[in-house]
């Protein structure tokens, strides 16, 4: 795994996946027991055909440069360290613009449209992505850019939203205030509870098994 270290490194006690910690934007309870109790959702069959889909679709144009970078960078699992905290994924896919990279984040869903919470995860996960990969993208000679949020139906395969995200220079920050948030250094808030009914992750969550 390709791991980078922050000037101010310290002791390394979290390692969270990239993933996994977005889903705080959801719900930090979810993001929680995912992380640190290794609770995985209880709807694998849904989970299953987004995964296939997934594997599916993509709305990046092919290119060289595309290819040379994938080969480079995207079967491999790349890390980086922000003070204790080390975060690690994979970014989706990418496509190459006069030099700029812009790396996406694919998600499925089987509504008319994918909640707002759910995109802002989506949101994050990529911003978390550009941090990470953003040494590799300018050590091979590249510009990273604004990425892409591709949101697609899992009925029909169509694409329902796209989201730019561009590269966010407070990053740093708002990585270690949601570390801060799951620690329960800082203030949590918790989504409306309408966002509960269908989790996956309800008979493990305290505001139902209370």
Known sequence: MQTLQSPLFLEVKYRFSVSKFAQ???CPIRSR??????IKSDSPNAASTGTKLHNQMSFVPLSWDRDYLN??????LFGRVIEDLELRGRYDDLYVTQGIVHLCELRT????????KFLDAKVFQLECYQWIY????KQMGYT???????VYSQQTGELINKVEVPVNPDIGKDILYRRDIL????KEQLPDICYCKKCGFKPNCWRWTK
């Open 144 to 150: 990273l850019g604004s990425g892409l949020v591709g």
């Open 183 to 186: 620690l329960g250094l800082n």
């Open 109 to 116: 869903t089987n509504m008319k449209y994918l909640p707002s």
């Open 24 to 26: 705080i934007e959801i």
């Open 134 to 137: 953003e040494p590799a993208v």
């Open 71 to 76: 080969s480079r960078m995207k079967d491999k």
């Open 33 to 38: 027991l995912s992380l640190f109790k290794h």
